[in-house]
Each structure stands twice: as C-alpha cells, then as structure tokens.
C-alpha cells in the first residue's frame, strides 16, 4: 500500500474516531485527542515510531478499537509484524461493524506470512495469556491468536478459580501457526449435603438456576461463599450458605419443614389400618394430618383384601378419599396353600372370626350348623358332622376329615371326626373354620371322603398381651381360660392358651324298643344325672421366620346317658374318656421365586378308655367292660413348590406315617351276689378261646397237654378258662397290637393361563402295610381336576371332579368280641376279593357365584356322589353269622343341589340366606320302596338364615340364626320330625380393658326334636338340645 493511500486511512479513521465527540470531554478526553492528533501527524511526516508512541498514549487514556487498527498499521509500517499481528487480532475481535471486518481480515492474511502465529486455547476459556513472564503483561484473555519471531516460548495462562498452567518450549515459525491447548484444573472444595429425607434438589447460587445435584450427594465448588437452594415436594423450600475452602469438605446438614394438609379416610369397615406412603397412621375414620403432594394411602382390614389409592394433599387444605373393602376369604384346606375362596378348587365356606365372635359358638359343631349342606347330630355322647348328605348312624363321622391347622386330629381307632368339646374347649383361639365339600383325599387321604374341616387358630400376633375369659353354654357347662402371646421380635414369638370346663349335661327321657327293659336303670326311662363332663385344652405356638412349631392336647372324660353299646341307661359310671394331642415342626422357606419347600414333622398321640357298665340288677348282679385304644405315630411330610414362571405352578409331596402302637384291649368283670368278682380278658382273645383252624367251632385244649408259652398262667400244664383271670390279673398291659404303616405320593399342577380361567389337576395314592398282621392294600388313584372360569366381572364358575376313600380303621380291621359274636373285618383265612377293604366316592360339581355389589352375591351349586364299597357292620351276630365290618354291595348315589344369597361382612352387619337339597340312595336294592332305599339320618331339605346388625356400633351386637330340617330316617325306618331351631345372641366389645361378651339363647322356642343314632345304642333317637342360655365374657389385655 503507498504512502499516500495510508495517510488518507489514517486521517478516515480519525474523523470516525473523534468527529462524534461531545464538546463537554473532560481533560482525559482532551489529552487523549491531542495525542491522537500529534500521532496522526507524525504518522503523515513517516515518523512512524513517534507515531506509535502517542497512539499507545491516547488508547491507554481512552481504549478505542480505532486507535488500536492504527497501532496495528503502524507496526506494520515499522515492519515489527508480530506487535502488528497482535493488535490487528485485538481490532477484529472489538469491530461490531461487518463491513469493516473484512479489511482487518484482510491485513491480518498481509502480515501472516512474516509472523510466526501461536493459537492459545484453554478449558475453559477467559484465561489470560501470558508470553515468557508476568510482569510483561497479559496478551489477552483465551482463545487468543498470538504472533510471535521465530523461536520458543513459555505460555502462562491464569483464570480466577483455577491453578496457572505453563508450556514451555512452544516453537513458533514463520508463516505456520502453532497450536497451544491447555486444559486448567479447577482450584475447588466439596460439599456434602446431608438430611432428614432424601430426594431433596439442590441448586446452587441461584433459586431459579439448574439442580446441582439430588441429596443426600456430593458437590464440586470453588473456594469461597456460595449459597444453597433446598426444594422438594410437599417441603418448605430452605436456604442454607456455606464457605468453600479449596482441596476440603464441609457438610451442610439441612431440615426441611414439611409442608401439610388434612387426609380423611373413610371405609365402609370400621378400624381398618390405614398406612401413608407405608407407615401407620391410624384407623378408619380417620382424619390425618399428613404431608403435601403425592401420597400412596393402603388401607387394610383382617379378612379384606387390601385397597391402595393415591391421594393428592394440597397444603393447607382437606383431601378426602373414600374406600369400599372387599372382604377376602382365604382358605388354606383346599389346596394346603393360603388361596382366595373364589380361586380354589372346591366348594369352600368360611366361618369368619367375626361370626364366631358374634355368635358364641361354643363347639364346632354349633358353628358349623346353618352352613349350607353341613347338618349335626348329637348322640349323648359326641356331635356327629354329616356333609351333603351323608352320616349314616354309627359312622362316627369317619367319612369327614377335621383339620386343626392343616393336621388332621380325626381318631385312628374309628376315624372318629370331633366337633364338640371332645375336639376342644372353646373356639377363643379360632381365627376362621374352613369348610370344603367334596372328595379331599387328592391332599389328605383317608377320611377327607365327603368333605375336610379345617380349624385355623390365630396365627402370629405382633403385640404383647394376655386374656381371661369364663363362659357357660349348653346344659350346665361353664368353662375357664386364660392365654398369653410374646412377640420377641419382628419374625419371632409365640403364643399359650390353656382351658378347662365342667359340664353337668342334662337328664333324657329314652324309651327303648320292646324286650329291652333289662337296659333300664332301676327300671326307670328317665337318664338322670348321667351326662356330665371334663375337658381340658391347652394350645400353643411358636415361631422364628420361616421355622414355627404348634402344640396341642385335648382331654374330655364323658358319662353317657344313652344306653350305647347295651350299656344301662343313665347309670352315670358308664363314661368314655379321650386324650390326644400332636406337637409339631414345620420349615416352610422361599429359597427363590421359582422354588419353595415346606417340610412337616410331628408326633401324635391318642388314648382312649371307656367304662361300659352292662348289667346293674336288683340281684346284685354286675357286670361291665373296660375297652383301652392306644396309638402313638410319628407323621412326616416334605413338599416341593415349583414355579418356573407366574402361570405355573407344579406341586410334588410324599407323605409317610409310622404308627408305633396301634393297640386294644377290652376286659370284662363280672360280680354275682356272693361271690368274687372274676375278670375276663375279651381283646386280644386268649388262644384257648380262638377258632384256630377257622371251621366255626372253639376247640377246648387236650387235658393235660403242655404249653411253653404264657397263656399257662397257672402252670398246671393246660391252657383252659381258668387261666384267663389269672392272666389279666397279672397283665393289664396286654394289648391287641397292629401297629402299620402309610406311605402316600401325590402331585398337584396348577395353570394360570389368564386373569379369567385356572386349572388344577392332580392325584395321590396311598399305601398301607399291617406287617405284623399280614396285610397291605393301597387306595388307588385319587384325583382331582378343577376348572375356574371368571367369565366377566363378578362371576365366578368352579367345575371339579375326583376321587376319594376311606381305608377301614383298626377298629373295623381288627375288632373282635367273640361274646358278643362279633368277628374282625379282617381275617387272613378268607379269600383276598373277601377281604375289607377301602370304600370309594366318585364326586363332581358346578358352582357358579355372581357378585351383585361388593358386598352381596348370590350363588347356586349342583353336585352327584357316587360311593362304593361301603363299610358297614354285617351279619346278624349269631355263632353263624357272626357281626363283623366289611364293605357292602350296595352302592350309595346322591345329588344335590344348593343355594346361597349373601351379603358380606360390613361395619359390622352380615345376612346370609340357604337353602340345600340332598337325595341320597341305596342303589341295588331291587324293586323296594323308596323309604328302603333311603339313606338313614339324610336330611333332602335344609334351609338356614344367619344375620347380624350393629344396635350400637362395636359395643352391642345383635346375631340370630333360624335353620330348619326336614325329617331324617332312624334305624326302624321311621322319619323323625322336622326341626326349626332359632337363636339369638347379644355380642360387643368395649375399648375399656378389651371387654369382649356374649349373652344369648339358642332354641328360643324350645322346639322339641330328635336325630337318628347309632344301632349301637338302645335307643333308636336321640332328644337334641332343647333351649339352653349361652354367657361368656373374656378380658384382654
């Protein structure tokens, strides 16, 4: 460029720079014109170094981007190219103006070839650059474009915050740009935040600004004073300042002020828990003073399926929820697994603890009453259990399966169900009586043949407490108790109860069939005084996670008014006495979502004794029975639970029992007038009494042949009756002894393939061996296939079908009374299709719920029996035909049908209303009238009305029930009369001292009926409890 073309520049550039000028400039202003003229002077005059000297001065008075392009152009007129570089970079990055730019850019391309350029970056940018040393200045702040002589240099670059960087030996080379990065290290402190709660945002020097970071967390600052902003949801926002030392840490520790509303929780169940975001809070009604925002609100209820719901609480406001319960019925017999009634394979019913509590049950069998299929009996004796049907006279209910917690407690003898006060004292510790109809042997075996009752007592309590309690029921029966729990930690505790009672019974009037007046005591029809009672239970449990540990014992010793087993009636010495009880071990762990195992062991025992007295005569003549059972066994079960994914479960178990004992005894005494009593050993029969060679006839032993064991107790030589009381003074320890075995292998398939439809199918077989007897037969195949179909919301439909047995008992086995002509069922000289053997059931049905409302549903069920191989006595108990057990020829088919309408439990009110029809039928009886064929102690129709209402909340209750039967057939073919029985009871509980009573009156109208019994007895019916008062009050605390 001439000379002259860059004077004119100079000159432009002046008058841009200077010409807006107010006339107002201060001195400084003035100063820096006046030297901005003499430079552009001696710049004209080619005095391009005094040129420079005043435009450094102007610029350093007053920056001007201006100034600085001329102090650029005249370094580049003294050939001093790297200043020049330097200063044109600064002139390009101060010009705003886009149509000056280019001729900037245009003289930095000029001089780029005679500089050697270095290019400073660092991370982060706005360091200042410095070339070789401090004290000569910064070059500027990063990125910066630097120009240089050829050679190297040592770049420093400082930012605030951060620690000073060098690079040394930067070579720089004419007309190449040399690239310098340097990433700084930040000089910081940490901050830790800490507090109550976690998910709290941080932000840092600025409310509105970014989240630092969610505490509880760390955070990276420089050093110095910074201020924290705290917010989270449904919190009053906090404020918190902290001073930062670099490479250090200082924790601010912060308390946010919960911002709250008001929750109002309303349930149609009074005093169900309700839990915020999982802590308990309190129970319905509830009004809580709860946290703003988002809340997760559970409210649940023993016996009711849990309802979740989220709730929005506006500070400062009310929010108000409500929740309607569906009651939950879980039941554990029908699938030996915790499942919900409308999911498990079987007709189930629920006797809730709400009930029994109302109620005042004081037996099973009273509770069990009104169900619909179920009906009872009483003989004077025990309270028999029929199930659709069946409970034919003498059966002792074998053909029904009682569970306490899943353990059966039927007796070994007989197969015996209890259901009174020979089961238990109270029902207290009850928490719910299952009830399933149908064939149960698929998890049970024997006895589960029409139907499985299942006693559930409470489970785990998770609070301290004890109780007392009295009560007084039926005719003259008043019982105590008393019970404890201790809870020792979260997983851990146990639980004790002990009751007893004393029941004095009532007086019967019982006329007997003609020829039978030698039954009579004193010749008199009235039983007085003869029906009294003991008993005594205690229970407990214990437990430790996934390991728990039940105990249980039982005793009743019982008078029988009745006459049973051509006993004089009403002589009060006759008495059976019971005695079981079981301990057991169960380890139940969920090793992983696919596999589970639960593993039982436990040891029972069972003792019966009995004293028949059977002539008791003017003369003096006496003569009476003791009969003994003994069983103790060991009962062990290991099953695997398998769930390879959620639509499939497989369940395998194997189950084995050891009966160590097994024994009988009966002995007789009888006493003439003047004369010594004399004992006679009956069971086991002495070999002298026994048809050894089976031909009909009891051969006497030869005179004076020897023996060389023990039935010559008198050691003449010869086994003749003498011995006979010689030998039961000596031994009363000897017993009829079977002791055997069972073994028993079953798996179940349950298949989920949608929300709507399930299928259970399984089978079991069990395996009996007698070894010391000779015998071993198996049950056969018994399975069970369920389908449950929920075909819409609120309708539920169960399709099943199975089978079921009956094996005989020892009783039925091995019993025999040779004076009484009575034979065992089992004799190793017969023919094996001749032989006892288990009896059949081949069962189906369909049941079909449809939900009206949450609370109220309405139900029907039709169901067909068919059994086979009935066990019943036989023969005519004559030296010919001698009375024994066998299975009959004639098979027993029943259909039924039943009805329910009911409505759930609800602050405290319950109805229910049934109605069942049952038509059970001998088979092959030929061309017989129909009474021929019926099934005795049947009843077809059975109709019941349960209800409760609240009169004044929790404190006062009001519950009745009205059940009504329709005749039953008794042993001559004679139908007895209906029966309408109505009760009614006063319940409540106070929170005062955890009051809990009943008051009430069961057979208000003293409806006067009777119930079939047993050909064992005299008698051919038996009055039932005519209107008896039911008081019981308990204390916990």
């Known amino acids: 460029m001439s000379f002259r073309r860059s004077a004119l520049l100079l000159i432009l550039v002046a008058l841009l720079t200077f010409s807006g000028r107010p006339a107002w ?41 201006n100034v600085i392009f001329n102090i650029a152009r005249t370094y580049e007129a003294l050939q001093e190219y790297p200043d020049a570089f330097r200063y044109y970079v600064q002139a390009l990055d101060l010009e705003p103006n886009a149509a000056r730019r280019p001729a900037i850019e245009e003289a930095l391309a000029r001089i780029r070839p005679n500089v050697a350029v270095i290019n400073v970056t660092t991370d982060p940018p706005g360091a200042t650059v410095y070339i070789n040393r401090r004290d000569l200045g910064g070059r500027g702040s990063t990125p910066r474009l630097l120009g240089f002589q050829p050679g190297k240099h040592k770049i420093i670059v400082d930012l605030e915050g951060y620690e000073p960087a060098e690079v040394e030996n930067v070579e720089a080379k004419i007309g190449e740009q040399t690239n310098v990065a340097v990433k700084l290290k930040r000089i910081v402190g940490t901050v830790r935040v800490v507090g109550e709660m976690a998910g709290t945002t941080v932000r840092v020097n600025d409310a509105s600004g970014p989240p630092a970071c969610t505490a509880p967390c760390d955070l990276t600052l420089p050093p110095g004073r910074h201020r924290l902003y705290l917010s989270q949801e449904g919190y009053q926002p906090s404020e918190q300042d902290v001073n930062v030392a670099a490479a250090s840490t200082v924790t601010a520790r912060y308390r946010l002020n919960p911002l709250t509303g008001s929750l109002v929780v309303n349930a149609d169940e009074r005093d169900a828990l309700v839990e915020v975001d999982g802590k308990p809070m309190g129970f319905t009604p509830a009004v809580l003073n709860v946290q703003s925002g988002q809340r997760r609100v559970r409210v649940s209820l023993r016996g009711f399926r849990p ?60 509770a069990l009453r009104g169900m619909r299929g ?62 399933v109809r149908g064939p149960g042997s698929l998890l049970y075996g024997t006895g589960a043949f029409v139907g499985v009752i299942n006693i559930v007592t409470k489970g785990r309590p998770t609070s301290f407490g004890a109780g007392v309690g009295v009560g007084a029921a039926q005719h003259g029966f008043i019982r105590g108790r008393a019970q404890a729990q201790v809870p020792f930690g979260r997983d851990s505790g146990m639980w004790l109860s002990v009751a007893g009672g004393h029941g004095q019974g009532r007086d019967y009037y019982l006329p007997i069939l003609p020829g039978l007046d030698d039954q009579w005591k004193n010749r008199d029809a009235n039983s007085r005084d003869a029906d009294h009672f003991n008993v005594g239970t205690v229970q407990g449990r214990l437990w430790y996670k996934s390991l728990s540990a039940q105990v249980f014992y039982n005793e009743r010793r019982k008078a029988l008014p009745s006459g049973a087993n051509k006993t004089v009636v009403g002589d009060d010495r006759t008495f059976y006495r019971d005695r079981r009880g079981f301990a057991e071990v169960t380890f139940a762990p969920r090793i992983s979502d696919v596999f589970s195992t639960v593993t039982r062991v436990a040891y029972d025992i069972q003792f019966y004794d009995d004293t028949l007295w059977l002539v008791n005569d003017s003369t003096g003549m006496r003569i009476s029975d003791v009969e003994q059972y003994q069983d103790m066994f060991l009962l062990a079960d290991q099953r695997f639970e398998i769930t390879p994914f959620p639509q499939l479960k ?190 059949s059931v081949l069962s189906g049905e369909v049941e079909f719920t449809h939900r009206l409302s949450s609370t109220l549903s309405l139900l029907g069920a039709g169901y067909v029996n068919y059994m086979t191989d009935m066990i019943a006595q036989t023969g005519d108990f004559t030296a010919d035909k001698p009375g024994r057990y066998d299975n009959t020829k004639e098979p027993i088919l029943v259909l039924g049908a039943e009805a329910e309408l009911r409505r759930e439990w609800r602050q405290g009110w319950m109805a229910s209303l049934s109605y069942s029809y049952t038509r059970a039928r001998y088979l092959d009886k030929g061309d017989v009238d129909d009474v021929l064929k019926k099934v005795p102690n049947s009843p077809e129709h059975m109709a019941a009305v349960k209800g409760t209402v609240p009169l004044f909340g929790k404190a006062l209750m009001l519950s009745t029930r009205l059940t009504v039967e329709s005749p039953r057939l008794d042993k001559t073919l004679t139908e007895t009369d209906p029966s309408v029985i109505w009760d009614v009871v006063l319940s409540g509980q106070t929170d005062v001292a955890g009051l809990r009573y009943n008051m009430g009156v069961y057979n208000v109208a003293d409806w006067e009926y009777e119930a079939p019994i047993s050909p064992q007895f005299t008698a051919t019916r038996m009055p039932q409890a005519g209107r008896t008062f039911l008081l019981s009050a308990n204390l916990n605390f």
Request: with cysteine; aromatic share 8%.
């Open 374 to 435: 179920v009906y009872t009996t009483y003989d004077g004796t025990y309270s028999w259990v029929g199930i659709r049907g069946i409970s034919i006279p003498g059966d002792y209910s074998n053909r029904v399966l009682v569970l306490l917690n899943g353990h059966s407690i039927n007796d070994t003898w007989d197969g015996l169900a209890f259901a009174d006060q020979a089961a238990r004292t109270d029902l207290e510790d009850v928490e719910r009586i299952e009830v």
């Open 307 to 366: 309802v979740e719901q989220s709730a929005t609480v506006v500070a400062g406001q009310q929010t108000r929820i409500d929740i309607s319960l569906r009651q939950l019925e879980e039941v554990e017999a029908a699938s030996r697994t915790a499942e919900a009634v409308e999911d498990a394979p079987g007709s189930v019913t629920i006797i809730s603890g709400q009930e029994l509590r109302a109620m005042g049950y004081p037996t099973v069998a009273e």
């Open 650 to 839: 497989v369940t395998v178990g194997v189950e084995g029992q050891m009966h160590f004992v097994g024994r009988q005894r009966i002995e007789e005494t009888t006493c003439l007038p003047n004369q010594p009593c004399v004992d006679t050993l009956i069971l086991p029969v002495p070999v002298e009494r026994q048809d050894v060679d089976n031909d009909g006839t009891v051969e006497e032993p030869a005179a004076g042949a020897s023996s060389d064991d023990d039935d010559d107790l008198n050691n003449d030589g010869v086994i003749n009756k003498d011995d006979v009381a010689i030998f039961n003074a000596r031994d009363d320890g000897l017993f009829d002894a079977h002791p055997y075995q069972i073994l028993a292998g079953y798996g179940v398939v349950d298949f989920v393939p949608s929300d709507r439809v399930r299928v259970s199918a399984g089978a079991r077989i069990d395996y009996y061996n007698y070894g010391k007897d000779d015998l071993s037969f198996n049950s056969g195949i018994s399975p069970r296939i369920a389908l449950v179909v929920k075909p819409y919301e609120g309708g539920n439909l169960k399709v099943t079908g199975g089978r079921a047995f009956r094996a005989p008992p020892i009783y039925e086995l091995f019993l025999q009374v040779p004076a009484s002509n009575f034979a065992p069922g089992f004799n190793p000289a017969e023919a094996e299709e001749e032989q006892i053997g288990p009896e």
């Open 25 to 65: 400039a201060d001195d400084l202003a003035d100063e820096a014109d006046l030297h901005f003229r003499i430079a552009t002077e001696r710049y004209s005059a080619r005095d391009y170094r005094g040129a420079l000297e005043h435009f450094l001065v102007s610029n350093r008075l007053v920056p001007n981007r």
